[in-house]
């Protein structure tokens, strides 16, 4: 019995349940997806006809996903007069897993971020990006094979936990009052004011779960991100818990950078960054120099890390990061391997997950079937395989690395390659299909 609104429940399909604390998924799940804004239902159509036919392909019947829209962005808003109906964050935790498009964000004043809103609502607090080279793809730098990262960003304190007030506001005046005068420290008379929470909770988590994805993926290294040596109570804080969370919960499966030096240091003093060959990969999940194949767990400061991902790109795996060092981080990362636009990323808390597009809405292209439709398509591989259909996903990885290296893409791409084959946002999709 349908109980939603605005949303149909599909006649056939069941929910993915939560048995014994974990993930139970039937084999034809009912997953809610949202179309997006802009070019979102162009990416969406080519995205979901990849993830059909791989499902289909892989599983010859015995596996099919079953779709439910609902509704978020300017559909919802000519629909139901809300950008986002209530109903939309409830179906979404009803049935664990969904996916979505791009939707729209006005700069500066009017409605809040909904991603954001999406993320806080529902305690996604793992925003997960893998940045990954597909052969092909064109890139700005010389060697984008070399950098293979997974960024864990926390989705939902930072300044993007929306705790600001306007310029000129009685609240700005108030708090810029109490400050001078309480704690003698001087703000500009007129400024805006933000509040920046990083709590210990809020660090723990997302350092466990990136810790945890480490393991479960033989990834052999895990690097807190941070501006700690400026914003020592707030970004020095997330450094130092998420420490304490590894050596408290991780300790037989981690070794701390530090530690590691001092276990193969050589006589002469040398630390292993500095003699060849004994700290050479920190990745794989047997890093030279790390007896047991225990995670290294490091730091870095975020704008060394910005320069260290072009030089030093093979030296770092997973990377866990404050919200705004990590929006800032990620989209850097995906320019090295060809940019937003073959970008996946997913929105993760203990069970549920919203994947989505990384890239805006791009108005302008809107219904002109033009655009490339990889970032959605690769959110739906990482989709696949939280449900633990990984050979599906990896059917789709496959097919569309054989569609890009034919050089049969999207215009974006087209562009900056020679002797390339042009072709529509479904055509790509037609053509991954194709590939499988």
Known sequence: MNTYKYAKIPSKGEKIQIIDGELSVPNEPVIPFIEGDGIGPDIWNAAKRVIDAAVAKTYTGNKEIHWMEVLAGEKAKDITGQWLPEETPQIISDFIVAIKGPLTTPVGGGIRSLNVTLRQVLDLYACVRPVRYIPGVPSPVNHPEKLNIVIFRENTEDVYAGIEW????????????????????????????????????????????????????????????????????????????????????????????????????????????????????????????????????????????????????????????????????SDAAAAQVGGLGIAPGGNIGDYIALFEATHGTAPKYAGQDKVNPGSLILSGVMMLEYLGWKDAADLIVHAMGETIQQKTVTYDLERQMEGATKVSTSGFAEAIVANM
Not at 235 to 245: H, I, M, Q, T
């Open 166 to 329: 306007e310029s000129g506001s009685e609240e700005a005046n108030y708090l810029i009052d109490i400050i001078r005068e309480k704690f003698n420290k001087s703000i500009r008379t007129e400024s805006g004011i933000g509040i920046k929470p990083i709590s210990p909770f809020g660090t723990k988590r997302l350092i466990r779960k990136a810790i945890q994805y480490a393991i479960q993926n033989n990834r052999g290294s895990v690097t807190i991100v941070h501006k700690g040596n400026i914003m020592k109570f707030t970004e020095g804080a997330f450094k130092d818990w998420g420490y304490e969370l590894a050596l408290e919960e991780f300790r037989d499966q981690i070794i701390t950078e530090a530690e590691l030096w001092d276990e193969t240091r050589a006589d002469d003093g040398v630390t292993p960054i500095t003699k060849p060959g004994a700290f050479a990969d920190l990745r794989g999940g047997q890093p030279a120099g790390n007896p047991g194949g225990r995670i290294v767990v490091k730091d870095r400061i975020a704008d060394s890390m910005f320069q260290q991902i072009l030089t030093r790109s093979d030296e770092y795996d997973i990377l866990c990061t404050p919200n705004l060092n990590g929006d800032y981080l």
